[in-house]
């Protein structure tokens, strides 16, 4: 097992101790702070093994289209059509605190990167430039990698608006 | 002079038609007066209705359950499902319960999560109970909301983003509490108290309950997928007995449900070696006819990241042999990718299929010829389930 490979395994498992032994209210709140924690650590080094077959999507690098390399795991509306950018929300609506991750090949420089995917939340759906892309996505019992739930479920308002891209970081990774 | 002639005989002709209309009027009875009504629908339902879940995508407080006759090719009438709903039908097949979410001002406002019962010979909210606001909010599946097979408790699923299964007592029409489990999701019932759950880890969660809906036991299964080579969709297929769970490379897990100890059959392939590029994919994936033994899955051809992919042809298995009996190619240039596949119960079966254009087709389900196309009957038709 690779180094990060078994760091992944141990985060994951010492997530599920701390779920087991807390209260849902302190549950959400210290994943809170786990969740800022990662926005502190933005070189995190971690290469999902199925980066995926990015090359079946022509890479864009405009944010109001689909094929923008930074939303290979994004399944909504983009936020960059309704008021917002990749990485911002629109006008009046509010960031999810808790997110699912996935990991990015940016053609144009030639790195991977890892990705933060939010939901902006407290109106309903914006309707504009959907976008279903599924890159190294999983289902629903890999909670952090699925993007099908509403991630506004934390809100005070979990009405789903629009979806950003946000780049926490270099993925670093050994080439094989 | 000549335009004068012209004119003149323009009078005459629409003078002599205004005359003869008239006669004919006065010889034709007056249409009689109408009454406003309100249908009723016959029931029981027809074996060939079905419920389509349109989640509105483009507008998601607004979602609806669209009762649809396949026979006739039309809408019966609709449920309004509010906000990400989850739907479940009760087991006497009289009522639905739909789990959703209101806000006072539409989309803002005061914050209700609610599970409404609506009543399916008259499609009207018979009654309600109020939940806690963390039920959870996603694309549908049959096991996000559940009835106990005596109907004496309901099961909510919850995701805060920690999982539990809220059981609700239908008799008290109280919330009992949340089972914990243990970040395992979907609750498939079986047999009287029993919910299971399917993990990260690759395994079943079980959770029996006692009678006072509070949890006496559970269990693990086996190991019987491991998600980081070939990840199993959450979108449980109802068999006789159980479930079978799909994988994204097309391995089909059976499990048997009707025993106290929960059984992993072997697990078999939709693929031979000559069609390794194909793969289930989509919201619905597939559905099963029990009496005729048969297994409809939509499939296309994909990779990793495809798995949310519509069907480009529907694939038919004998569920007892478990080879395929035939391949029903969809004219996706016209009607869209298939993205959810259902099947009738009854012994004349309709294939019915939703597609990304929001078209639903109905073929025979036993020659797969093509029967009338409908659009327009939703925005966005994710899930389909006999009513």
């Given amino acids: ?176 | 002079m000549a335009i004068k002639c012209k004119r003149f005989l323009q009078w005459v002709v629409c003078g002599g038609g205004l005359f003869l209309s008239l006669c004919a009027a006065s010889r034709v009875p007056p249409l009689a007066a109408e009454t406003l009504s309100e249908e009723t629908l016959q029931f029981p339902l027809s074996p060939h209705s079905v419920l389509i879940y349109d989640e509105a995508f483009n507008n998601e407080t607004d979602a609806r359950l669209i009762l649809f006759d396949a026979d006739h090719n039309r809408k019966l009438g609709q449920m309004d499902a509010g906000y990400y709903p989850n739907i479940t039908v009760a087991p006497d097949h009289r009522n639905v319960a739909i789990a959703t979410t209101y806000w006072s001002r539409g989309g803002h406002g005061a914050r209700t999560d609610v599970i409404e019962f609506w009543d399916l010979s008259s499609l009207r909210v018979t009654s309600e109970i109020v939940l806690p606001s963390t039920r959870l909010q996603g694309p549908p599946t049959l096991y996000h909301l559940a009835y106990s097979a005596d109907q004496r408790f309901l099961y909510s699923h919850a995701l805060t983003p920690a999982a539990a299964w809220t059981v609700i007592d239908l008799k008290t029409r109280q919330v009992v509490g949340d089972v914990d489990s243990d970040g395992c999701v979907q609750m498939i019932p079986s047999l009287t108290r029993r919910l299971t759950g399917i993990c990260e880890s690759g395994r079943l969660l079980s959770v029996t309950l006692d009678e006072n809906g509070h949890e006496v036991s559970r269990q693990l299964s086996d190991v019987f997928f491991n998600d980081a080579v070939d990840p199993v969709f959450v979108q449980a297929i109802p068999t006789p007995t159980g479930v079978i769970f799909l994988s994204h490379h097309g391995q089909v897990h059976e499990v048997d449900l009707s025993t106290a100890a929960i059984k992993l059959l072997p697990a078999w392939s939709l693929r031979t070696v000559a069609d390794q590029a194909w793969r289930p994919g989509g919201t619905q994936l597939g559905a099963i006819h029990a009496a005729r033994h048969r297994l409809y899955v939509q499939m296309h051809i994909g990779g990793n990241g495809s798995h949310k992919e519509g069907g480009k042809e529907i694939w038919v298995y004998d569920t007892q042999s478990h080879q395929r009996v035939a391949r029903w190619p969809v004219n996706t240039q016209l009607y869209g990718d298939v993205i959810a596949t259902h099947v009738t119960a009854d012994d004349h079966p309709l294939l019915i299929l939703a597609t990304s254009l929001s078209k639903i087709l109905t073929l025979d389900a036993v020659t797969g010829r093509l029967l009338p196309v409908k659009d327009g009957v939703g925005q966005t038709p994710w899930y389909m389930v006999n009513p």
């Fill in chain 1, 1 to 176: 097992m690779r180094w990060e490979e078994r760091f992944n395994y141990l985060t994951e498992r010492a997530t599920r101790t701390l779920a087991r032994g807390l209260s849902r209210r302190a549950m959400l709140s210290r994943l809170g702070l786990i969740l800022t924690g990662t926005l502190v650590l933005p070189l995190l080094p971690v290469r999902r093994g199925s980066v995926a077959d990015a090359s079946a999507v022509k890479p864009s690098d405009d944010p109001t289209q689909c094929e923008y390399w930074k939303y290979c795991a994004i399944d909504g509306f983009l936020c960059a059509c309704c008021g917002g950018s990749s990485h911002s929300c629109p006008p009046g609506t509010d960031r999810s605190p808790i997110t699912w991750i996935g990991t990015c090949h940016n053609p144009f420089d030639g790195r991977d990167y890892l990705m933060s995917y939010n939901d902006c939340c407290g109106k309903t759906s914006c309707g504009s430039c959907t976008c279903n892309r599924n890159e190294g996505e999983r289902p629903m019992y890999r909670l952090s990698l699925n993007n099908d739930v509403n991630w506004c479920m934390a809100n005070d308002n979990p009405n789903y608006h629009c979806s950003v891209s946000v780049v926490l970081g270099v993925a670093e990774t050994a080439k094989p």
